[in-house]
């Protein structure tokens, strides 16, 4: 069948491209940046996915069904444009596919979803609400985008459509929220926390969105690798120092001395942990990781 997917150049857009090739599928790829080295058989419109040329594409080449990755969702990421990127992006995205009779939409959310707080619970399964938003409002974007994207099951119900809350991703590419956090020699934690992190290797991120789409899910779906790792441990065996820093100045000492910068809301994420229950999308995908946790920090602390 012939997949489109948006946000083709990002790291995850690349593998989840070249493993629909490997099942010999037609790929065709939008991205406001360049992929210059993309491989053959890999189509690449270089446009924003809210302009008309995108939609020219939906027109003309008529996909059978819809990667939508075209989404901001680093943590530190605060520009403008990303509220318009990620909502706008979204409601064209769904209302290309039901104008252009596309089959399958699959939506690449996060497990950020449901937020960090200190009340919530160990395993958050699909039903539950997102929390944290109070305290850490630059993730409201990405919520509505995720529930926007969830809308199309009632809306639109000839379009086959499944929204995969997927946690942390890492890997040898070195991309993505967590790899942010963990780029430096440095980490910083807040004493006395040590959250649990989840994360699943990005080869097997890119493998579970195209298991998905041969599966044709339909409904919203939790997807993780193996077991949570205490955050403690993920600093260690990647290769990094902890900075233990009192939860009182945690604020003031973030973007100084070595450490990253975050927003104030997203403390909450290294303090609480997020942990999701992905026993239904295994079922229903037939999906098994073939990274555990050991080889996936492995595979991040090695790479160049």
Known sequence: MTVLITGISSKLGRLVAKELLAREHEVVGIDRR??????????????????????????????????????????????????????QGTRAVVQHCDTYGVEQLVFVGRHTYYGAAPDSPLYHTEDEPPMGLASFPELADLVAADLYAGSALWRFPKLSTAVLRVCYVLGPSKHGTLAAYLR??????????????????????ARAI????????????????????????VIEQTGRSAVPVPAG????????????????????????????????????????????????MRDFRNAR
């Open 34 to 87: 360049p992929w210059g080295d993309a491989p053959e058989g890999v189509e690449v419109l270089q446009t924003d996915i809210r302009k008309r040329p995108a939609e020219d594409i939906f027109r003309t080449r008529r996909p059978t069904a819809v990667v939508h990755m075209a989404t901001v969702t680093h943590l530190m990421q605060r520009s403008a444009d990303r509220f318009r990127v990620n909502l």
């Open 249 to 296: 100045i945690v604020n003031m000492a973030l973007g100084r001395f070595g450490l990253p910068r975050l927003p104030k809301g997203a403390i909450d994420h290294i303090k609480y942990p997020i942990v999701i229950e992905s026993g239904p999308f295994r079922e229903a995908a037939s999906f098994t990781h073939n990274f555990d946790e050991d080889q996936t």
């Open 184 to 205: 430096g020699p440095r980490v910083p934690t807040v004493l006395g926390f040590d959250p649990l992190f989840q994360f699943i290797h990005e080869n097997d991120a």
């Open 210 to 233: 195209a298991s998905s789409l041969e599966a044709k899910l339909r409904g919203v779906f939790n997807v993780s690798g193996p077991p949570p790792t205490p955050l403690s441990v």
